[in-house]
């Protein structure tokens, strides 16, 4: 039981409500566990002849109807969900619908409108259906109750929520978000291929995609390529960011990692796959078990060093998340000295910025401008990147908080290698 894809879903509430939620009653037998019993409510079932489609629960693990459709080993939950559909290719559908609609207008001698085509059009696909081709797609879920995350082996959005409103439905309530960072994962990847150096423990590999950040904009695709070369880094200095990346993590995970925070081809080295092997033993149900909890263990440690990697986690409301600060001063009125360095009372100061607006204009001034001006001068730092980790904003605000920069001669025009100066 490898996870092949991630999508990674923070539950908002208390995470013991929420096992509280699901585990009264005791968990001596299986069978009388609450979500057990929950789950058994819409079992995955074979679409009917007239039924497009069907989704219900199945048990990850073993097959037959005494398979317990939760596995549970210790904080760490699984399940899974099944989708039968049947497929009727949309050509056979459409050569059949205008050739009934062929017929109707040689024999009747008239017109057929939307309505009727519409109309003909069901009453074929009603007719086909016994016939068509049946897919199956199964889809595993896997919940951390201690840290209060949901992980789900999908890389599309819609086949998540799939899963989850079905949880939800049968359980009552289940409130969870995509976890997100304080920082765009496009932002902290083009930095790490701008400065050839990624955050600790991760390791750039040899396939990524850049792209222009205006609307007719195009991509670049690089595989097997040295992400370090100078083809790649004067597409960063022209203003391209990275929206997709392979890295590695210490020596147990290679994965690819895009500007949404979908983890795409996660792979398990042999290291964690021996291990795995060994403690599972002879059967197969031990090797699946050993495998699934060797999995959450190691995704117990990676996500929150790939979330620390992206400037931290950024908290659901409700959960202590902090507000956030108010802006050191706003571009006319400058910055209290005296305040910001902690200078000894009766001695005042105020610095005011070259290139900043007057108050009949106020509108147009970012009111973290002062607050940018500052930390550039302070650190000496003109990047985008360091923006966004200093004011926790996103790259598109950071980016023209940095041309206002460059406008007010506070920073340099970029250079060839993608830096600026400090004026």
Same mark, same amino acid.
């Given at each position: ?205 040899? /396939?990524?995609? *850049?792209? @222009?950040?205006? %609307?007719?904009? #195009?991509?670049?695709? =690089?595989?097997? $390529?040295?992400?370090? &070369? ?38 398990? /080295?042999?290291? *964690?796959? @021996?291990?795995? %092997?060994?403690? #599972?033993?002879?059967? =197969?149900?031990? $090797?699946?078990?050993? &495998? ?43 910055? @209290?000295?005296?305040?910001?360095? #902690? ?81």
């Amino acid at each position: 039981m490898w996870f092949r894809n991630l999508l990674i879903y923070r539950i908002t509430q208390e995470i013991s409500a929420f096992v509280q939620g699901i585990k009264a009653g005791g968990d001596d037998e299986l069978a009388e566990h609450p979500l057990e019993v929950a789950l058994r409510s819409k079992p995955a079932r074979p679409c009917a002849s007239q039924e497009l489609s069907t989704y219900g629960f199945i048990a990850p693990f073993g097959k037959g109807e005494d398979a317990p459709l939760v596995q549970i080993s210790g904080d760490f939950l699984l399940i899974a969900t099944r989708k039968e559909e049947r497929i009727l290719p949309g050509s056979v559908v459409r050569e059949a619908v205008a050739e009934k609609v062929e017929q109707i207008e040689a024999d009747q001698g008239r017109k057929v409108y939307k309505k009727e085509r519409d109309q003909i059009k069901d009453e074929i696909i009603q007719a086909f259906l016994p016939r068509a081709f049946i897919r199956r797609k199964a889809t595993y879920a896997a919940i951390d109750t201690k840290s209060g995350l949901i992980y789900i082996d999908a890389f599309h959005p819609g086949r998540a929520e799939d899963l989850l409103s079905t949880l939800r439905e049968v359980i009552g309530s289940l409130p969870v978000r995509p976890i997100t960072t304080k920082l765009a994962p496009a932002s902290s990847m083009t930095d790490w291929l701008k400065t050839q150096k990624a955050a600790d423990k991760f390791f750039v590999l040899d /396939e990524a995609k *850049l792209s @222009d950040t205006h %609307e007719d904009g #195009g991509t670049i695709a =690089a595989r097997r $390529q040295d992400l370090t &070369s100078d083809e790649i880094q004067l597409c960063l200095s022209s203003g391209k960011v990275v929206t997709q990346l392979s890295m590695a993590w210490e020596d147990k995970l290679r994965f690819v990692l895009d500007d949404r925070m979908t983890i795409r081809r996660l792979a398990f /080295e042999d290291l *964690l796959r @021996d291990q795995a %092997e060994q403690d #599972g033993g002879d059967d =197969a149900l031990g $090797q699946q078990v050993a &495998s699934f909890v060797l999995m959450m263990l190691t995704f117990r440690e990676f996500v929150p060093a790939l979330l620390e990697a992206l400037g931290g986690e950024e908290i659901p409301q409700g959960l202590g998340e902090q507000q956030p600060r108010e802006p050191l001063a706003s571009a006319d009125e400058g910055i @209290d000295v005296t305040k910001l360095l #902690g200078m000894k009372d009766g001695l005042t100061a105020t610095l005011h910025f070259p290139g900043a607006k007057q108050k009949d204009s106020d509108d147009d001034v970012d009111p973290l401008y002062a607050g940018a001006v500052a930390f550039v001068r302070e650190s000496r730092r003109a990047s985008v990147s360091s923006l966004q980790r200093k004011l926790l904003i996103g790259y598109n605000r950071a980016a023209r908080l940095m041309e206002t920069l460059e406008a007010a001669r506070v920073v340099s025009p970029m250079h060839t290698d993608g830096s600026r100066e400090v004026l």
